[in-house]
C-alpha cells in the first residue's frame, strides 16, 4: 500500500486491508518501533482483531530489520 503519510491512520487503513485479505488466517507482523505503530487507532484496531499479532523489533537493532537496508541504500543513492 502506497501512502503520502505514515501515520496511525494509515497504518490502521493498512491492517483493515490486511485483515480483508486473509479473513480466516493468523497473521504475524514483524515490525519496527516506528510512532505510527503504536498510535491510538492502531492499538484499537489490534485490540479488536486477536488473530494479528505483532512483534516488534528490539531497539537499536537494524541489523534485524531487513527494511532497514534499502533506506540506507535509497539515501545513499
Do not use: C
Request: glycine share 4%.
Amino acid at each position: 500500500m502506497k501512502a503520502k503519510t505514515m501515520n496511525s491512520d494509515t497504518t490502521t487503513l493498512f491492517l483493515q486491508q490486511i485483515a480483508q485479505r486473509y479473513p480466516d488466517k493468523p497473521i504475524l507482523l514483524l515490525w519496527d518501533r516506528a510512532k505510527w505503530h503504536g498510535g491510538p487507532a492502531v492499538k484499537a484496531f489490534l485490540a479488536a482483531n486477536p488473530r494479528i499479532e505483532v512483534l516488534k523489533f528490539p531497539p537499536g537493532s537494524p541489523d534485524l530489520n531487513p527494511q532497514e537496508h534499502i533506506w540506507k541504500l535509497s539515501k545513499t543513492h
